[in-house]
């Protein structure tokens, strides 16, 4: 009796030790899992933060200019600022020219240039670039002027006028454009402001252009 009473004493307690160390390996089961689970969710939130940087970082580098260009009339003309463009601005990605509406799309990686560089480039390779607007509020002019008049000095003045918003020349072409707000001004009044600015300004003759006369 004793005997069987010892063995069940013995039996409850390798029992409870097994019962014990389930218990512990369970804890230490259940420890692991939260820190894998933990684990894996810093390793989503990084690899999400990390897609985000890369996002911001592409938003920021990514940049894009849209301008009018009156004396750009076909894909020659577009050829010719791609060219300069390529040799003078580093950074240019694309070129989408509209030759209807005289604008040209210009986007770029703002890491390695910007706007005020790339419409320089495009005047020294004698075009007359102003920034453009797809708000439909501005009008732009386009007119001649003495070579020597083709100054800062000139935009300056032409800056001075009351609507108008931008203004660029370039001596190659002789040319002023300028963009103006046509709810303060009509073409026939900033002839005149111009003009009266002391600007030699003159309309330009109606433009043939020799590559769209050879499609003929």
Do not use: W
């Not at 230490?28 to 933990?38: N, Q």
């Not at 897609?51 to 920021?60: D, H, L, M, W, Y």
């Not at 240019?92 to 509406?101: A, E, G, I, N, T």
């Not at 600007?199 to 043939?208: D, E, G, R, S």
């Amino acid at each position: 009796m004793k005997k069987m009473l010892l063995a069940a004493v013995a039996l409850l307690f390798t029992l409870s030790v097994a019962a014990q160390d389930k218990c512990e390996g369970e804890k230490k089961c259940c420890k692991k899992a939260e820190t894998e689970k933990k684990c894996c969710k810093a390793e989503a939130e990084k690899k999400c933060c990390k897609a985000e940087a890369e996002k911001k970082c592409c938003k920021k580098d990514g940049g894009v200019v849209v301008l009018r260009i009156e004396d750009m009339h076909c894909q020659k003309c577009a050829n010719r600022i791609k060219e300069r463009l390529a040799m003078k601005v580093q950074g240019v990605d694309s070129l989408l020219p509209d030759f209807q509406q005289h604008t040209l799309e210009v986007r770029y990686n703002a890491a390695l240039t910007n706007k005020d560089a790339i419409r320089t480039a495009i005047t020294k390779a004698g075009y007359t670039p102003v920034n453009y607007c797809k708000c439909g509020k501005l009008d732009y002019a386009y007119l001649i002027i003495p070579k020597e008049a083709a100054t800062q000095e000139t935009v300056d003045k032409v800056m001075a006028i009351k609507g108008v918003k931008d203004a660029n020349t370039a001596t190659v072409r002789r040319s002023l454009a300028v963009a103006y707000q046509k709810d303060v001004l009509t073409a026939d009044q900033l002839l005149a402001a111009v003009q009266q600015a002391g600007i030699q300004a003159t309309l330009p003759k109606p433009h043939v252009c020799e590559e769209e006369e050879k499609k003929k």
